[in-house]
């Protein structure tokens, strides 16, 4: 806690945008979020996802037969470069035996006012995760091998009349004239999701959707709650604290050390300002 204490407001923000990630790259919260995010594993249990991407963390580069993690850093020569809190892909397996390879993008986005659309913003990260794929997963001869991709983001401090909402924006195809239908597969490529949370949500009232998912990532993601009090949170919604607890404790340490800055900084503005101090 000493350490923590040491660091600036800026390593501070630093150090938050970190631990979100590894609480949400953490196999216990990843596997949740596929279970609802992702349409193709939703057959599947949370404990199979969870076999699928075991053991692996933001930061580590383990490769998985099912699961890998990619690059944060996507660059393409003469389009700049975008930098992803996590990307990783992840082989997901059918109910009819085979496997279909699906991009997962998650971003944790703190301010819902940027001075753009988040969502258009979204629609840049599908633009370019499937771009990047053009020679790894498809190219000229075969556009068919292009991979689907999905961009989350969670909004772990939006208003409190969003807490809850989740909007889903994808690709459906419209009839003109005539009877040809395509397979969805084949323009099926990109879905963006947002899901809204406000940190003074009242945990008396369960969320009307994904309340399995939601009240733990409001809960995880921000400060809210003490260390024991967030405890209780995991033990109530299955996870396993074991694995889980370490982060949970790095961003309650985080919170403490924030609120201790702020108290410390308004005892010094008031002796400033009563003593007339420069």
């Known amino acids: 806690m000493d350490k923590i204490n040491q660091i600036t407001t800026s390593k501070q923000t630093t150090m938050y945008d970190h631990l979100c990630k590894m609480i949400i790259g953490n196999e216990e919260v990843l596997s949740r979020i596929i279970k609802v995010v992702v349409d193709e594993a939703k057959h599947l249990s949370i404990e199979e996802i969870r076999r699928l991407i075991k053991g692996v963390h933001i930061g580590d580069r383990i490769v998985n037969p099912h699961f890998h993690l990619v ?9 700049g470069v975008v930098y992803y809190d996590i990307l990783c892909y992840i082989d997901v397996p059918q109910e009819n035996g085979k496997k279909i390879r699906i991009y997962l993008n998650i971003e944790i986005q703190n301010n819902l006012y940027p001075g753009y659309s988040i969502i258009t913003r979204a629609q840049a ?4 995760m499937l771009s990047s794929q053009w020679g790894r997963e498809y190219d000229g001869k075969n556009y068919d091998g292009m991979k689907k991709v999905y961009s989350l983001w969670i909004i772990p ?14 690709t459906h195809e419209r009839i003109i004239y005539g009877t040809t239908v395509e397979r969805k597969d084949v323009y099926d490529k990109g879905v963006i999701l947002v899901i809204y949370l406000n940190k003074e949500h009242n945990l008396d009232e369960k969320y009307k959707v ?9 809960v995880f993601l921000n400060n ?8 209780k949170i995991v033990e109530e919604y299955g996870f396993d604290t074991k694995k889980i607890e370490g982060e949970v ?5 985080l919170g403490e050390s924030i609120a201790l800055e702020a ?4 005892i010094w503005y008031y002796v400033k300002k009563k003593y007339q101090l420069n």
Not at 263 to 266: D, I, V
């Open 71 to 79: 690059d944060k850093e996507g660059f393409i020569k003469d389009e």
């Open 125 to 128: 990260y599908i633009a370019r």
């Open 157 to 170: 401090k939006a208003p409190k009349i969003k807490d809850g909402h989740m909007n889903v924006y994808e």
């Open 210 to 218: 994904y309340d399995e998912l939601f009240t733990p990532l409001m």
């Open 224 to 231: 809210v709650l003490d260390y024991q009090e967030k405890l």
């Open 249 to 253: 404790r790095d961003m309650c340490d």
């Open 263 to 266: 108290r410390n900084e308004g």
